[in-house]
């Protein structure tokens, strides 16, 4: 009798050891991320969004109603954008979607033309 009472305590204290680090080790961190590309395509019924990074690799996201910044409406194919967003467990929360400005590019009128007399 003993050593079943022994044996049922004994298992009871491994599972309540065991048990925390296996729920440790299922939670897995969010990592976070940061895209910068151009918009390649925008679907408004499924509020996604495919941005197209500089080494020309694609990423499609899902934009939800607690994603901060621009919203679904004011993007189109082209706009240059920053995407940050969290991974977990392979789904991806978009956080915030920024309007990247265009570059300011330099205009320079030409020399005026030396005139000779």
Not at 58 to 80: I, N, Q
Not at 110 to 116: D, G, I, S, V
Request: hydrophobic share 50%.
């Amino acid at each position: 009798m003993k050593k079943v009472l022994f044996a049922a305590v004994l298992s009871v204290v491994a599972l309540t050891l065991a048990l925390p680090a296996f729920a440790q080790e299922v939670k897995k961190e969010a990592k976070k991320h940061e895209l910068t590309g151009t918009i390649k395509a925008v679907d408004a019924a499924k509020g996604a969004i495919t941005v197209t990074n500089k080494d020309g690799v694609d990423k499609d996201l899902t934009v939800g109603e607690k994603t901060k910044g621009a919203a679904l409406a004011d993007l189109k194919v082209g706009d240059k954008v920053k995407v940050t967003y969290t991974e977990v467990a392979g789904k991806i929360s978009v956080k915030a979607i920024a309007l990247v400005p265009a570059e300011k590019v330099k205009v320079t009128a030409p020399a005026p033309a030396a005139t000779t007399k």
